[in-house]
């Protein structure tokens, strides 16, 4: 007698508290097509993510951009990697690059590109030796420039303090303290 110890697909998907109707929503939802690069062009996107990388062929070093497409509308959502590979034949043009987004020491390749970064990039279709499609960054330049890293993050002053820090009751009408992020009675008047 085997005892199989996987959880059931009724538990997953509702919680344990089982009904729903999965069932019928597999039955109706077509699979989707496979995905193909994006056409040729040039492309407004969303700079999601940067990080430090290696290429799966050889270990190749490189700082990994994630660009989320926002324009054209038709292709919003759609995802492009960039690899700005850091050898020494490829490091001045990886490092003009990483200027344009505010990188430029190697400290800073340890920490991701300011939030809300806006790049236009051109993007290329290439053909593999084994005859895939994919899609190559030409150029890309930032037409937005986002967040400064940091500059949402509190100051060490705002989360201390006491009575006597002249900043009042730091409670909100509800009683919630935003200084401590902890719920209390209603603020005083």
């Known amino acids: 007698m085997s005892t199989d110890n996987r959880p059931r697909l009724d538990d997953i998907l509702t919680g344990g508290s089982g009904g729903g109707n999965f069932d019928d929503l597999w039955n109706s939802t077509e699979a989707a097509g496979e995905l193909e690069p994006l056409p040729a062009g040039t492309y407004r996107a969303l700079v999601t993510n940067g990080e430090l990388a290696t290429s799966r062929a050889k270990g190749t070093p490189s700082y990994k ?9 038709s292709h919003a959502g759609r995802r492009i990697w960039h690899d700005l590979w850091l ?6 043009s990886t490092k003009r690059d990483l ?6 020491s190697p400290a800073q390749l340890r920490q991701a590109p300011r939030s809300g ?3 236009e990039v051109k993007l290329a279709l290439r053909t ?6 994919f899609n ?11 967040t400064p890293a940091g500059a949402l993050d509190l100051d ?3 989360l201390t303090g006491g009575p ?5 009751d730091s409670r909100d009408a509800g009683g919630f303290d935003w200084r401590d992020g902890r719920q209390r009675g209603a603020a005083r008047p």
Do not use: H, Q, W, Y
């Open 99 to 104: 200027a344009k987004l505010g990188i430029v």
């Open 117 to 119: 970064m806006v790049v």
């Open 87 to 92: 050898t020494p034949p490829a490091l001045p």
């Open 128 to 133: 593999g030796d084994d005859g895939a499609t």
């Open 65 to 73: 951009l994630t660009l989320d497409v926002i324009d054209p509308p």
């Open 164 to 168: 006597d820090d002249g900043e009042g």
């Open 136 to 146: 190559r960054v030409g150029s890309f330049k930032v037409v937005s420039d986002g």
């Open 156 to 158: 060490a002053a705002e």
